[in-house]
């Protein structure tokens, strides 16, 4: 067997079990991040009729843990809205530092030909979390559990998730693409891969050349700010519109069926989730790598966009709850099968290895900063100027998305050293233009 680089082994070796026991250490993180996020949505249904904050807290309640973006046990025992705001932005902070930590983990261990599909799966978790958190809060109230209690144990739960990671994390070795690019730590990297991937890998020798690109070459550098306002500006206006949908969403279809109980409008939210999202997830996964990263992502830009136009001109269609769930159904699965997963994708492949994180991590910061103001705005928007209005603005937003995405290279079947060189410019694919 002939001898390789670390870089060479990671980028050819074949799907394997450590792959799959990377996206489970990797995508836990982002099952426990999702279910925190969203699981206010259930509860503010429950805090709004408990407390009666007005829309701007409703707003704040919603997005406080994006801004920040694992205090779930301590927003089980707020004693008020102003408690619960702290505790949902303390749990933001372990959020934000997760999003970038779960993405290039996943990204440096996968291959060239599947990792599309690799770090997909890990986002994919977001659709248990996504599912689990309305299966709570309908289990919770069905059962006869006391809303003020039901709300409190919706938000402690969080916390189970959130020890499995812990433990998960702590077995998992650094990357050994990063250490042996970054830090010359050659011999290391080979032995963690060895360690966590067995006898599923050749031989590594330790002759990777160490190559380094500091923050400030980055930011000097015209080609990186393209990359950024590339997967920074078109996740944060997906954020704006999905976010704010989404956490709202019970409070949406409260809206539009202003008759339906707490627990139908929570069952109806389940059921876009399950019917809508969660195809929109296993659909994306299995067919990125053969549709492209840049291509699906602005593809769904452009049917989600579409999705939410018409709900914004079409007269009464905010008022009928079936067309309406039908429609708002189809951008969610366009969000999912398109931006929301392949925001969190590119991101994580077209940038070097040195800053890979930081690229990724400022992206999400400022992503999460678009959904912070996409939550927030939205209980005001809907009340200024109705759903209708709402969503005619989501409209706008997702046709700036697509333009935004077309400034990003195509990484699929590319290695993450061909799509980002650090001593050259980087190359820009017109496939999937």
């Known amino acids: 067997m002939s001898s390789k680089t670390v870089t060479q082994t990671l980028n050819e070796a074949p799907l394997g079990l450590f ?74 902070l372990g959020i934000g530092g997760d999003y970038p930590m779960s993405a290039v983990l996943m990204s440096e261990f996968a291959n060239t030909k599947d990792r599309g599909k690799l770090v997909s799966l890990v986002f994919s978790m977001q659709a248990l979390g996504l599912i689990t958190g309305p299966i709570v809060a309908l289990t919770l109230l069905s059962s006869g559990i006391n809303p003020d209690i039901a709300w409190r144990l919706m938000l402690g739960l969080g916390a189970i998730p959130a020890t499995a990671v812990i433990l998960l994390r702590r077995r998992m070795p650094e990357s050994p693409r990063y250490l042996a690019q970054v830090r010359g730590a050659d011999k290391q990297a080979a032995l963690g891969l060895k360690n966590f991937a067995g006898n599923e890998v050749g031989i590594v020798d330790e002759k990777e050349p160490t190559r380094k690109l500091s923050l400030k070459e980055m930011l000097s550098q015209g080609r990186y700010w393209r990359l950024l306002l590339g997967t920074a500006g078109s996740w944060a206006l997906f954020d704006y519109a999905y976010y704010g949908n989404s956490i709202s969403l019970p409070l949406v279809i409260k809206s539009v069926a202003p008759h339906a109980t707490d627990v139908t409008s929570i069952a109806w939210s389940l059921i876009i989730f399950a019917v809508a999202a969660v195809p929109g997830y296993i659909l994306a996964f299995m067919t990125i790598d053969k549709i492209g990263h840049r291509r699906l992502q602005w593809l769904g830009f452009l049917i989600m966009g579409a999705a939410f136009g018409v709900i914004g001109i079409v007269p009464n269609l905010t008022h009928d709850i079936l067309p309406f769930l039908l429609i708002f159904g189809i951008s969610y699965f366009f969000a999912e099968f398109g931006p929301n997963t392949t925001t969190f994708v590119l991101s994580a492949e077209v940038y070097p290895t040195s800053v890979r994180a930081t690229g990724h991590g400022f992206s999400a910061g400022v992503a999460k900063f678009g959904a912070f103001i996409g939550v927030f705005a939205f209980p005001l928007l809907v009340k200024a100027l109705g759903l209708n209005g709402t969503l005619t603005i989501t409209f706008v937003f997702a046709i700036v998305g697509v333009l935004l995405t077309l400034l990003l290279p195509e990484p699929s079947g590319r290695s993450l050293e061909d799509i980002s060189p650090v001593d050259q410019t980087p190359t820009y694919s017109k496939t999937g233009s």
């Open 19 to 92: 792959h799959l026991r990377a996206v489970l250490t990797a995508g836990m993180g982002f099952f426990t991040d999702a279910y925190d996020l969203f699981i206010i949505g259930a509860a503010l249904v429950l805090i709004k009729a408990q407390w009666h904050p007005s829309s701007a807290m409703i707003g704040l309640l919603g997005s406080t843990a994006l801004i920040a973006a694992f205090a779930a046990i301590l927003s089980a025992f707020s004693p008020n809205v102003l408690w619960l705001l702290i505790f949902r932005f303390i749990m933001g």
